[in-house]
């Protein structure tokens, strides 16, 4: 194997591997609550580097990847009593990616601040539709008796960040990745040069999805009581942007950055000062764009974007 | 059905919510169209508007209406602050738009997570309310609320003045040519910060009377502003970007989905109907109803 | 002559302040709670937390708190849930096992509870709920956690129904939000009123972000019911007393779910807000009941603003319970449990006691605004005054 090789895969996969272990030993080590801390860390670095394989690469900035999440935890809520939960996570995951696949063609025509706001608009769709079946089935709210621990939900999550981490990293690197890249820098220019713009985006598109619906069934097991409005909170597509863009999204690394500072700082925060604390949060979210406009990997490695 | 729909109450609640719709997409249209700003913090302006209006009518007993330049005023002066500390610099650099967009998507994210929490924290997160022009006048088969019928004459009249200011001032037309083409606007001299700063006061200024006139009918609360800064986006998006005619009309196409379309089909999808005509009309036309205003 | 002065100024602010801060002298019990201070309840929960720090404060005026005989203050540990229950479950389970706190509060709303009495039966802490409103309860099991409230939608309906029948309604026209709780109110409603022989003109849904009933309010208008019954949350109550009013609506009796029980909706309707219907089980002009105005008073003037008659009731009997289970019980999980479950409380709601999880003595019952007073109109044994009907 040569050097390079060894760089771009040995490498990041040791590295994701000793990542997940030491997250899932620590958390193992210490009390519940820091379990709890540990599968939302998990779950952010799965939500984001998914996000970032396309809208990363892209440059198609995505405010939808909440309909990903609400489709596979709508599953899991609504069949939890008839499959197992190691059936519903991946079929969790390949209804949100299957989703994205029906909606990607129309929808990846649109360009700029018009697609960022229909995605979020196509999220507020899928909400009240499935709020409207919902009614429809007179089920607005269930109840998730008997769902798996905090330790059994964690294994999954962390196996999902590292798959997640695996995917944006390999995607990356490969050929498929430096297309996206050219779509992001010039589309036109990019299919000038024979990069079959439209299949690449739309296979982007669906495999950004498949995760975060993978990590939406599992989150619903978290909590006794399921109810839509819930799940599809616009927060949470902010929330990934917002990590993604701090981290920076050039590379894997990114992401784990970003989320393990926004982690930190809540935890921080929320010991130090309970009252003030998402106060704070935003003004060191005002404070990053404007001082340390690259993200956290462009700190690191003093490049310019 | 059909006397329902043409009915002059239906006709009334369509001009009342579009108007409201118009004006609230209006401030937003004006500052993402010269500055590319996303301003996701766009209702939590209208929430201080609306609690500008609540404070003002119980301490005082005096209409909001009245209050509404000084309304006016401290929205724009919150918007001059933020564009002096912190996107004046960043729009000088020259960067690619895209960039800007994905920035400010993320400092806006910040300064509402900051305003709404600061606002629960000075007044607590309990819902306020107060009763004020709520006679209700009948003009032949239709029944409007004073207060409706004030929502609508005031933004009408800012929609009105803000079409007129834009096509026969000077000024109005330096933020058209600047939403149209930012760097030949530059090169025929006009002073873009200056033009910024006056998009930005109006911007802000509209939307906080829009806020003012929702506390007259809707209850205030800190976290009230999200669900108007989607419903701006939808009606921006859904006239063109930086379009400001067609902004107007969109918020009026929005009212007649929300009340003509219910009408026909039921008030359960009232969502479906308007998020499902959103996505169907940027799917059809990707540049909005009319069309982008820059090149 | 300096030093003198210099020690008795020292001794003198001393005294102040042991005498300001209690705290400071003695051990406090250290309570712990959630709530949810952002996102989607925000604008509910403060009627709850408000009734948990007036409570606190009169507790600490008058000495502290009884704990099987020693008087202790009382300390609250808080956090911000986000209006995310599994957030909640998890910041109860640091209010246990980090922050160790010696009892424990309940926060804001149905799913909350229900996922912290998973937290709370794991460790075997005893904890009095409060703002659960839904058939589920009924699920849990006994053993850590409490319910008082009987504002439960299996009672609602039959209640609602045969007040209605009682008052000579006939006809009713319903419209509901899709949101769990007007639904679930909805699926026991409509067979209750069928089952009492009232006629359902119409029965439509909308959803939660509607800005503008005209269309359904004209065809509410048009069916000409005898009552309308809205299964409203905060929000549409606004929208729908006032379009109602617009458009003439006016009919023997309005019911709203949730919405005329807060302080801002009499703020905003005024003697509008007289007539209409809504739920609560609690009022101050119950006499029998004698803890029920002063906590009203002292609410208006601490809060300069009119206590939620049903949350924030609740969550002043939820704290009066636990204050009278420890004052005979102690601290100990085990006896308190125990005192809990077998125990007779009296609060400004009259007396609790609970079956099970649920509380036994208090009835569903219903609230009308009269004459701008809520006056408790169902059922005949606890009401204030008679149901008034156009």
């Keep these: 194997m040569t050097q390079m090789q060894a760089k771009q895969i040995l490498v990041p996969v040791a590295l994701t591997a000793l990542g997940a272990a030491a997250l899932y030993g620590g958390a193992l080590n210490t009390g519940p609550y820091w379990q709890v801390v540990a599968l939302t860390l998990a779950m952010w670095i799965a939500l984001i580097q998914s996000w970032s394989v396309f809208s990363g690469l892209t440059g198609y900035i995505s405010l939808g990847h909440a309909v990903a999440y609400g489709l596979g935890a709508y599953l899991m809520a609504t069949q939890f009593r008839e499959y197992p939960v190691w059936v519903l996570v991946p079929a969790g995951g390949l209804l949100a990616g299957a989703f994205a696949l029906i909606v990607a063609i129309p929808v990846l025509r649109i360009r700029g601040p018009y697609f960022v706001i229909l995605t979020f608009g196509l999220s507020e769709l899928v909400k009240f539709a499935l709020l409207r079946l919902e009614t429809a089935l007179g089920a607005s709210s269930r109840l998730l008796f008997g769902a798996p621990g905090t330790v059994e939900l964690l294994t999954w999550m962390i196996a999902l960040a590292a798959a997640a981490t695996l995917l944006r990293h390999f995607v990356g690197i490969s050929r498929f990745g430096r297309g996206l890249i050219a779509i992001r820098e010039d589309e036109t220019a990019a299919e000038t040069l024979g990069v079959p713009v439209t299949r690449y985006k739309v296979l982007a598109f669906a495999l950004s999805a498949v995760i975060p619906g993978m990590v939406g069934a599992v989150m619903a097991l978290r909590s006794t009581y399921f109810e839509v409005l819930q799940v599809f909170s616009p927060t949470l597509s902010f929330t990934i942007v917002t990590m993604a863009i701090i981290g920076g999204s050039g590379d894997a690394r990114g992401p784990v950055l970003g989320a393990l500072f926004l982690v930190s700082l809540s935890e921080g925060l929320r010991g130090a000062s309970p009252q003030l604390y998402l106060v704070l949060l935003g003004i060191c979210l005002i404070a990053f764009v404007l001082f340390a406009p690259n993200g956290l990997t462009g700190l690191l490695s003093g490049r310019r974007k | 059905m059909l006397d329902t729909l043409l009915s002059g109450q239906l006709l009334f609640s369509v001009a009342v919510l579009g108007a409201l719709y118009a004006l609230i997409g209006l401030g937003l249209n004006l500052v993402f169209g010269t500055m590319r700003l996303l301003n996701i913090a766009h209702g939590d302006f209208l929430m201080l508007g609306a609690y500008s209006g609540f404070w003002w009518f119980t301490l005082t007993g005096i209409s909001p209406l009245i209050a509404l330049p000084l309304t006016a005023l401290g929205g724009a002066a919150i918007g001059l602050t933020l564009y002096a500390l912190v996107f004046r610099q960043q729009l000088a650099k020259g960067l690619d738009p895209a960039v800007i967009e994905a920035r400010s998507l993320l400092l806006f994210f910040g300064i509402s997570v900051v305003i709404q929490n600061l606002t629960a924290m000075a007044f607590t997160a309990t819902p306020r309310a107060y009763r004020h022009l709520d006679t209700v006048y009948q003009l032949g088969e239709t029944a409007m609320t004073g207060n409706r019928i004030a929502t609508l004459i005031v933004a009408l009249t800012i929609l009105g003045a803000m079409l007129v200011f834009l096509n026969r001032t000077l000024f109005g037309m330096e933020i058209k040519a600047l939403i149209q083409h930012r760097e030949a606007a530059r090169i025929v001299g006009i002073n873009i910060n200056r033009v910024q700063m006056v998009s930005i006061a109006v911007g802000f200024g509209t939307v906080a009377i829009s806020g003012s006139l929702l506390s007259m009918t809707e209850q205030v609360t800190p976290f009230m502003g999200f669900r108007f800064t989607i419903a701006a986006f939808v009606v921006i998006i859904m006239g063109g970007l930086g379009n400001i005619l067609g902004g107007i009309v969109a918020g009026f196409l929005l009212a007649i989905i929300e009340i003509y379309a219910v009408t026909i089909f039921s008030a359960e999808a009232r969502s479906i109907l308007i998020y499902g005509a959103f996505v169907a009309i940027l799917i059809i036309s990707p540049q909005g109803l009319l069309g982008r205003a820059r090149r | ?390």
């Design chain 3, 1 to 390: 002559m300096l030093r003198r002065q210099l020690i008795g100024s020292i001794v003198g602010a001393t005294a102040l302040i042991s005498a300001f801060s209690p705290a400071l002298a003695d051990d406090p019990v250290r309570i712990g709670y959630t709530i949810a201070r952002t996102g989607l309840f925000a604008a509910a929960a403060p009627s709850q937390e408000q009734a948990y720090t007036l409570w606190a404060e009169q507790v600490n005026a008058a000495g502290g708190l009884d704990v099987g005989g020693e008087m202790r203050p009382v300390e609250f540990v808080s956090y911000d849930d986000e209006s995310d229950p599994s957030k909640a479950a998890q910041l109860y389970e640091r209010l246990i096992t980090s922050d160790e706190v010696d009892l424990l509060m309940a926060p804001w709303g149905t799913p909350h509870h229900l996922n912290v009495a998973g937290v709370v039966e794991r460790y075997g802490f005893p904890m009095v709920g409060n703002t659960a409103a839904s058939v589920m309860i009924r699920e849990v099991e006994p053993g850590n956690i409490w319910f008082p409230t009987s504002a439960i939608p299996d009672q609602i309906g039959p209640q609602l129904a045969q007040m209605l029948s009682e008052a000579g309604i006939g006809s009713v026209a319903i419209l509901a939000n899709v949101l769990p709780f007007s639904q679930e109110n909805l699926q026991f409603l409509t067979p209750a009123l069928e089952a009492q022989g009232i006629e359902i003109l119409m029965s439509e849904n909308y959803p939660p972000d509607i800005t503008d009933m005209t269309p359904l309010l004209t065809q509410v208008r048009a069916a000409e019911p005898d009552a309308v019954l809205a299964l409203t949350y905060p929000a549409d109550a606004f929208l729908y007393t006032g379009q109602a009013r617009e458009l003439g609506i006016d009919p023997q009796l309005q019911f709203l779910l949730i919405g005329p029980t807060i302080d801002a909706f009499a703020n905003a309707f005024g003697p509008v807000a007289d007539g209409i219907v809504t739920l609560a089980h609690w009022s101050p002009e119950q006499e029998a009941w004698p803890r029920a105005r002063p906590f009203f008073d002292a609410y208006v003037a601490r809060f300069d603003q009119e206590p939620d008659y049903l949350d924030s009731a609740l969550a002043y009997m939820s704290a009066e319970i636990l204050q009278q289970a420890v004052a005979e019980a102690g601290l100990d999980h085990d006896a308190l449990r125990a005192a809990i479950a077998g125990g007779t409380f009296d609060t400004i709601n009259g007396e609790v006691r609970f079956d099970g999880v649920q509380n036994a003595v208090t009835p569903t019952a219903f609230v009308q605004r009269q004459e701008g007073r809520m006056q408790l109109v169902w059922p005949p044994e606890i009401a204030t005054a008679s149901l008034v009907t156009q």
